[in-house]
């Protein structure tokens, strides 16, 4: 089983919708990222959480320490948000990933 | 601000010969780099954890003499794939944090073949 499991790992949606991916991990974490990565390969931060929750624009991303499971939602869906998300958590000294969740947007 | 620049972006190279990758933080100064290998469709792989001034730290299995990796300041930190062979063929990319913080700000990537 891996540390940090996502799902879906693949999703397609026709733009406008409101999109939801998961993240449930098993290690104790001090962090936990979302990462956006576009086909050409350059990765961005999205978000750095440890607790709560946290919007940017339509990105918004929730944490329950508790239940060890995070989620990120995309509003009002656009073709642009097309890309890999992945969840990473840091644990001790450094990030471990999850495999991803490939987003596809449809006009 | 929190960029990180990687240069250069592709490379080509011959079996045998040595390529070099830089990782610079632009508008901060980096006590912590990190280089990652990617393979398609694959997730990022934590290759090797560098400390400015001191020698990195390999993960399981990635061999320190193939993978040079120096950091010679706080805002520098190179990979050297020496000897490389077309299975070193990969997306090599970096990150940076910041002293006493969690968060990384990722490079852009580059992108190797070796033939």
């Known amino acids: 089983k891996n540390e940090v499991e996502q799902s879906p790992q693949n999703l397609t949606a026709q733009e406008g919708e409101f999109i939801t991916i998961n993240c449930s991990y098993s290690?104790?974490?001090?962090?936990l990222h979302w990462l956006q990565q576009h086909p050409g390969g350059g990765i961005v931060s999205l978000f750095m959480?440890?607790?709560g929750k946290k919007k940017h624009g339509r990105l918004i991303a929730t944490i329950n320490i508790q239940e060890k499971h995070s989620s990120l939602h995309i509003t009002a869906s656009h073709p642009r948000d097309s890309a890999v998300y992945i969840c990473?958590?840091?644990?001790?000294?450094?990030?471990?990933f999850g495999t991803g969740t490939r987003l596809q947007v449809f006009p | 601000g929190a960029v990180v620049s990687q240069h250069p972006s592709w490379v080509i190279c011959k079996s045998g010969t040595s390529v070099k990758i830089e990782c610079r933080s632009l508008d901060f100064q980096a006590t912590t780099m990190f280089w990652y290998r990617q393979f398609p469709k694959q997730s990022l792989m934590l290759m090797a954890t560098s400390n400015e001034g001191s020698k990195a730290t390999y993960e399981q299995g990635v061999e320190k003499d193939k993978f040079l990796i120096n950091h010679a300041s706080l805002t520098l930190s190179t990979l050297t794939v020496t000897s490389a062979h077309p299975e070193d063929s990969s997306f090599y990319i970096c990150?940076?944090?910041?002293?006493?913080?969690?968060?990384?700000?990722f490079g852009p990537g580059t992108r190797l073949t070796v033939t």
């Open positions: 990473a958590v840091f644990d001790t000294d450094k990030l471990i």
């Open positions: 290690v104790g974490i001090s962090a």
């Open positions: 990150s940076a944090s910041k002293p006493a913080t969690y968060e990384q700000y």
């Open positions: 959480l440890s607790s």
